[in-house]
């Protein structure tokens, strides 16, 4: 156990749904990130949020919403995904954004957008 | 674009071998490195880092070598066993940056 929750950890979904990913640190941290982890890719950083504010949104279509209520819990907001978007979505947490510090994951999301 | 990326992408050794899995990196601020082992079914989990400040740091099996004269890393297992099989990251940042990771390399221990 690394402190870092996710729920789902199997999530089948269709094209025009709507559906979120949860993720729960119990690590005390101040930072939490979504990464996307395709198959023979490097992970991708997805969102940064320190704080619940959000510092980093690298580049990602808007169909993938991200919302930080307070600084343990992260979701991400699936809308009309594409089959491209299946991947193990991977959410971390870390004592400060962005620092020289290790960062905790959970054990992923698989997503198969039929 | 600059990247971190790793010189093989799989390794089989036989168990109780010592493995060195090599990472290159070339953005030379990078001033802070990470190892990390995924097994199938969970997320990468931290095994070592080290600092730019130093070249080796040792841990229980496990020790990572940097060259920042080169932008080489590397993360060296010791006595290899079967349950080290799994995909090992390198990873890197410099302060104001998330973590950027490498492709990976799959260990394979056969006993």
């Known amino acids: 156990e690394t402190g870092v929750t996710q729920t789902p950890r199997h ?13 729960e640190q119990h690590l005390g941290h101040n930072a939490m990130y979504w990464y996307k982890q ?8 997805m969102f940064v949020y320190s704080l619940e504010e959000r510092v980093e949104n690298n580049s990602v279509p808007s169909r ?34 962005q620092m020289n510090t290790e960062a905790f994951f959970g054990q992923g999301t698989r997503l198969t957008v039929v | 674009g600059e990247s971190v990326g790793l010189h093989l992408p799989t390794l089989s050794v036989q168990e109780g ?19 990390y082992k995924q097994e199938s079914g969970k997320g990468p989990q931290f095994i070592i880092d080290i600092r730019s400040n130093m070249d080796k740091r040792q841990g229980q099996r496990v020790t990572v070598l940097l060259n920042k004269t080169v932008k080489h890393l590397s993360l060296q297992i010791a006595a ?3 349950g080290d099989s799994a995909v090992y990251f ?8 998330a ?11 056969s006993s």
């Open chain 1, 11 to 23: 999530l089948v979904m269709g094209m025009t749904n709507k559906k979120s990913l949860k993720c």
């Open chain 1, 38 to 45: 395709s198959a023979k890719k490097p992970l991708e950083l």
């Open chain 1, 64 to 97: 993938f919403s991200p919302e930080c209520p307070n600084s343990s819990h992260l979701f991400l907001h699936l809308h009309t995904l594409q089959p491209e978007d299946s991947a193990l979505y991977l959410c971390a947490s870390s004592q400060e954004a």
């Open chain 2, 17 to 35: 071998d010592n493995s060195i899995i090599n990472c290159a990196y070339s953005n030379s601020a990078s001033d802070y490195f990470i190892w």
């Open chain 2, 80 to 82: 290899t066993q079967p």
């Open chain 2, 90 to 97: 390198c990873a890197e940042n410099q302060a104001g940056t």
């Open chain 2, 99 to 109: 973590l950027i990771f490498g492709k990976g390399t799959t260990l394979s221990v």
